[in-house]
């Protein structure tokens, strides 16, 4: 949107930055890589930071609190740029958030069907169920198998990550 409502010309080359960088990793972890090398790594930083320093050069901060929604996109791809690069350090960090989206999207299409919970006790109840099997279907736990357990008093309790 930045680049066709816009007329930003950063804005293709960083979603493609984005795209290469989500590339690389897709390759490495294929070939059994567990990280990108640190030259990959520093291409990638300096090839970010050039996007930015373009985005900065054609919006220019202005006066005042409001901003463009160019300079909006900017200002958060500065400052939160760890967070967005995160899927470059980390393999086990998502390139997307569409698992978060879907999660929420059964709550928002119950809420569409039903007009709204009926009671707080109900969404809330709800929203354990709908939390409990997204856990194990994200632990590659089975949902029915998980469902039984949790019939039978022995839920499944995800194993702790180490840190």
């Known amino acids: 949107a930045v680049t066709e409502l816009w007329g930003q010309t950063w804005a293709a080359p960083m979603s493609q930055l984005l795209c290469d960088i989500l590339h ?18 520093d291409t990638f ?7 930015l320093q373009e985005a900065e050069a054609e919006n220019p901060l202005l006066p005042g609190r409001k901003q463009t929604p160019p300079r909006n996109l ?10 967005i ?5 980390d393999f086990a960090v998502p390139f997307d958030n569409n698992q978060a989206e879907r999660d929420i999207r059964m709550v928002k299409l119950k809420q569409k069907i039903s007009g ?5 006790d109900g969404a809330q109840r709800f929203g ?13 736990v089975n ?3 998980a ?17």
């Open 24 to 41: 690389a990793v897709e390759t490495t972890r294929a070939a059994g890589g567990m990280s990108l090398t640190n030259s990959q790594l």
């Open 143 to 145: 949902t029915f198998d």
């Open 85 to 89: 690069l995160a899927f470059m350090y």
């Open 116 to 120: 709204s919970f009926r009671t707080l």
């Open 128 to 140: 354990l169920i709908r939390s409990y099997l997204s856990t194990a279907r994200k632990s590659a």
């Open 147 to 163: 469902l039984v357990s949790a019939f039978q008093g022995e839920p499944f309790i995800p194993s702790r990550a180490p840190t």
């Open 74 to 83: 900017l200002n958060r791809l500065t400052t939160y740029r760890a967070e």
């Open 45 to 51: 930083e300096q090839r970010y930071q050039a996007r």
